[in-house]
């Protein structure tokens, strides 16, 4: 059985804000790695920026979204606008692992953190490169958040939209967080591929190359034929199997049930509605599909007819796949949510122990997998991190401090 952590030994340096490069960071640190954070003068930008949980009143409120993201880390404040900043910068990265960075290819260049000048340092560094709009072409430097490079460039909005509709809207960092797993799978390779050749290896991942992985079985047919995905209204569905009904108590419960097989028999005896075996119009997928509407009203009125507990034991006895529509407030309380582990403990030091969002899977084996602390305040670790790791004095910080190099917590 594992013993330690599978990262133990790995530093990070993380040159990056907001919630991509970040959450890939975080990750690493559930996984045992050293992550150093380095924040601008004054902070990460998304301190405080995004919803806020609500405490009672008078209690800390540390920054939940924040927390979640910057879990675990070792966190500076570091001016790398100044020559003194950049050169601190520097001697940093050549006693680390690994440089993550969501900095635009222009202000790597401008900082003399390129990816030659990194190399330059430390030959065999795996450096993780973060964007919007990846690092080869006319629009390396253009600016990106995920609802504009993820779901609208990519074709993720444009596939949810109905002719004619309005386009939908996302739900906060959710093409960050997935473009997230795509950055950390990515450093993962590089380090296995520096344990190999004993080579260093630049790995990237943008939010809008991630996108067309999450929205593949849309584009591969668009790449043959040319024509657009879009969303179909309800009532011309493939079918109502794969629809959503709702229960007499408000609660939604979401099929996804392709029309083969037995199928349409089970649904039908699950919902009470053996009758509807017997209709013609109902009676092949094609009838099914061409009656549609008259089909989503009948089983609207019956599913509706009843609360959401009366028809589960039905569904599950029939082998029904279905699920409820969760909000986020019943997804976590959902008891098979929490089974899966979705959910760990942060203990801090003034909020006390709250929970957060795991990393989005488990290692049997290795128990050192998990949540390692809570996020770094502004310049927490300054001190520690240039006397541990630059040798430098507390009369050299100061002076440095002063000079508004850096900044100390």
Same mark, same amino acid.
């Given at each position: 059985m594992a013993v330690t952590a599978p990262l133990d030994g790995i530093r990070v340096i993380e040159f990056a804000n907001f919630a991509a490069a970040p959450s890939a960071t975080a990750i690493m640190a559930d996984l045992g790695a050293e992550v150093i954070k380095v924040e601008a003068i004054g902070g990460d930008p998304i301190r405080g920026l995004m919803k806020q949980a609500?405490?009672?009143?008078?209690?800390?409120? @540390?920054?939940? @979204?924040?927390?979640?993201?910057?879990?675990? =880390?070792?966190?500076?404040?570091?001016? /790398?606008?100044?020559?003194?900043?950049?050169?601190?910068?520097?001697?940093?990265?050549? *006693?680390?692992?690994?440089?993550?960075?969501?900095l635009l290819k222009e202000r790597r260049q401008r900082f003399g953190l390129d990816t030659d000048d990194l190399f330059s340092i430390k030959p065999d560094l795996v450096i993780g490169l973060l964007s919007g709009y990846g690092e080869?072409?006319? *629009?390396?430097n253009r600016p +990106?958040?995920?609802?504009?490079?993820?779901?609208?460039?990519?074709?993720?909005?444009?596939?949810?939209?109905?002719?004619?509709?309005?386009? @939908?809207?996302?739900?906060?960092g959710s093409g960050d967080h997935t473009t997230s797993l795509a950055l950390f799978g990515a450093v993962m390779a590089g380090l296995r591929s520096r344990d190999v050749t004993g080579e260093g290896q630049v790995v990237e991942?943008? /939010?809008?190359?991630? &996108?067309?992985?999450?929205?593949?079985?849309?584009?591969?047919?668009? /790449?043959?034929? +040319?024509?657009? &995905?879009?969303?179909?209204?309800?009532? =011309? +569905?493939? !079918?109502?199997?794969?629809?959503?009904?709702?229960? !007499?108590?408000?609660?939604?419960?979401?099929?996804?049930?392709?029309?083969?097989?037995?199928?349409?028999?089970?649904?039908?005896?699950?919902?009470?509605?053996?009758?509807? /075996?017997?209709?013609? %119009?109902? !009676?092949?997928?094609r009838l099914r599909y061409q009656n549609m509407n008259e089909l989503l009203s009948t089983l609207d009125e019956s599913i509706g007819s009843k609360p959401a507990d009366h028809w589960i034991p039905r569904l599950d006895e029939h082998k029904?796949?279905?699920?409820?529509?969760?909000?986020?407030? !019943?997804?976590?309380?959902?008891?098979?949510? #929490?089974?899966?582990?979705?959910?760990?403990?942060?203990?801090?030091? %003034?909020?006390?122990?709250?929970?957060?969002?795991?990393?989005?899977? #488990?290692?049997?084996?290795?128990?050192?997998?998990?949540? =390692?602390?809570?996020?770094?305040? =502004?310049?927490q670790h300054t001190t520690e991190v240039l006397q541990d790791l630059l040798k430098l004095s507390d009369e050299e910080i100061a002076e440095l401090e002063s000079d508004g190099v850096v900044r100390r917590g």
């Open positions: 609500t405490v009672a009143e008078g209690d800390h409120n @540390p920054d939940h @979204p924040f927390q979640f993201i910057n879990r675990g =880390k070792k966190g500076i404040e570091l001016n /790398l606008d100044s020559q003194s900043g950049t050169d601190i910068a520097r001697r940093l990265v050549a *006693e680390c692992d690994v440089v993550v960075m969501n080869v072409g006319d *629009e390396t +990106g958040y995920d609802v504009t490079a993820f779901f609208s460039r990519s074709g993720v909005f444009g596939g949810g939209t109905a002719p004619g509709g309005s386009p @939908p809207h996302a739900r906060p991942a943008s /939010l809008l190359r991630t &996108a067309t992985w999450t929205i593949s079985l849309d584009l591969v047919t668009s /790449l043959v034929d +040319g024509k657009p &995905a879009y969303d179909r209204p309800r009532e =011309k +569905g493939l !079918s109502a199997m794969l629809e959503a009904f709702q229960a !007499s108590d408000g609660r939604w419960l979401q099929f996804a049930m392709p029309d083969i097989g037995d199928a349409w028999q089970r649904f039908c005896i699950a919902l009470d509605r053996e009758d509807l /075996l017997n209709r013609d %119009e109902f !009676s092949t997928g029904c796949i279905w699920a409820p529509i969760n909000d986020s407030a !019943s997804a976590v309380q959902d008891p098979q949510v #929490r089974a899966t582990g979705a959910f760990e403990t942060i203990a801090h030091p %003034e909020a006390g122990d709250f929970e957060t969002v795991a990393a989005p899977f #488990r290692m049997h084996d290795s128990p050192e997998v998990r949540v =390692k602390g809570p996020a770094p305040e =502004k310049g």
